[in-house]
């Protein structure tokens, strides 16, 4: 999956908002806000989770599952492509 190419979004340290033109505005804050960074470039959510989890010296499985409900917004809000 990638970022959707019609996508608005601005990020600062972890911190990202995005929305699709006209959409509701998704903010995330924390860790899972370098999801965003992952999507750039394309990625699964089993990679994503993995350099997450190394990144913040968490566990690949706690991470997972912090970063799958919003995956799945992502998803539903149409800002995912792929």
């Known amino acids: 999956m990638r970022r959707h190419p019609e996508t608005i979004w601005r990020s600062a340290p972890d911190y990202v908002a995005v929305a699709r033109p006209g959409g509701e505005i998704l903010t995330v804050t924390g860790p899972a806000a370098g999801l965003w960074e992952l999507l750039e470039e394309g990625t699964t959510l089993a990679e994503a989770a993995e350099v997450l989890a190394e990144r913040h010296g968490a566990a ?11 995956w799945e917004r992502l998803g539903a809000e149409g800002l995912l492509d792929g």
């Not at 690949?60 to 919003?70: G, K, Q, S």
């Open 60 to 70: 690949v499985d706690v991470v997972l599952a912090d970063i799958e409900p919003l």
